[in-house]
């Protein structure tokens, strides 16, 4: 059964981040900022403003989605807490995204696509998935966090084997990942876009694919760079 209502979304994964409000599975509004300094904030009045200019507040929503990684550790940490806080306070449905989800959903049906986000300075989080005519994307390989030296590895165990492929991320990884696959196709990008996480957001809150927000966690696969002493 179709659900009717809005969902609001937030992307806090890369150095590009948003809000963005959709009704009904339509785009109503989005705001983009620069992952800076009181990002945390920056999402709270970006998310008022939207709302605002709809006429809204924030117990009118009826669903969150968000951003769960791979990506920037700290910006993950902010974006998945604040969604998780007010589903929570307002006991409305949350629903987790992966980067690699938002970025597959903006890419042409049916061919195998490989999202290629970055990680630390030497390495990717990588990615195969199929994006749909329908429905999720689906992957087609496990989550990776792969250095530079063993992309030829990685690729050539996780490569399908036929058919049309494509990608999407960042320019350098493009630079990297020509030398093993130099006809893909590529779309480049800075961050993952909060209109993916919407969308995917949005078809998993109509199949109820939701996740409680106690037991929400980030997509890591890299552990953090900052450690915390005992």
């Known amino acids: 059964m179709r659900r009717m209502g ?3 979304a937030i992307e806090s994964t890369g150095a590009v981040c948003g809000v963005v409000l959709a ?3 339509a785009l109503l509004g989005a705001v983009r900022l620069a992952h800076g300094m009181n990002l945390s904030g920056s999402l709270l009045r970006a998310a008022e403003w939207l709302l605002a200019r709809q006429g809204l507040t924030l117990s009118q929503v ?3 989605a968000v951003d769960v990684g791979p990506g920037a550790f700290t910006g993950l940490k902010i974006g998945v807490m604040l969604a998780k806080s007010w589903a929570h306070a307002l006991g409305k449905p949350l629903v987790a995204v992966s980067a690699f989800e938002a970025c597959a959903m903006q890419m042409p049906e049916g061919a195998s696509t490989l999202v290629a986000l970055p990680a ?3 390495a990717l ?3 195969w998935l199929l994006p749909p005519t329908d429905g999720l994307p689906q992957p087609l390989s496990e989550p990776a966090f792969i250095v530079r030296d063993a992309l030829g590895d990685w690729l050539t165990q996780t490569t399908p084997a036929s058919g049309e492929v494509q990608a999407i991320g960042a320019a350098h990884a493009r630079e990297w990942l020509a030398p093993h696959l130099p ?3 590529w779309r480049i ?3 993952p876009s909060v209109e993916g996480v919407v969308q995917v957001g949005w078809r998993r809150f109509q199949a109820q694919e939701w996740v409680h927000p106690f037991t929400l966690t980030p997509l ?3 552990p953090p760079s900052i450690h915390i002493k005992q």
Do not use: C, P
Request: no cysteine; aromatic share 12%; net charge negative.
């Open 6 to 8: 809005r969902i609001l």
């Open 23 to 25: 009704q009904e599975g």
């Open 62 to 64: 009826d669903a969150f």
């Open 120 to 122: 630390r300075r030497d």
């Open 125 to 127: 989080y990588l990615q």
């Open 183 to 185: 006809h893909l196709n």
């Open 189 to 191: 990008i800075d961050s």
């Open 220 to 222: 890591y696969i890299q």
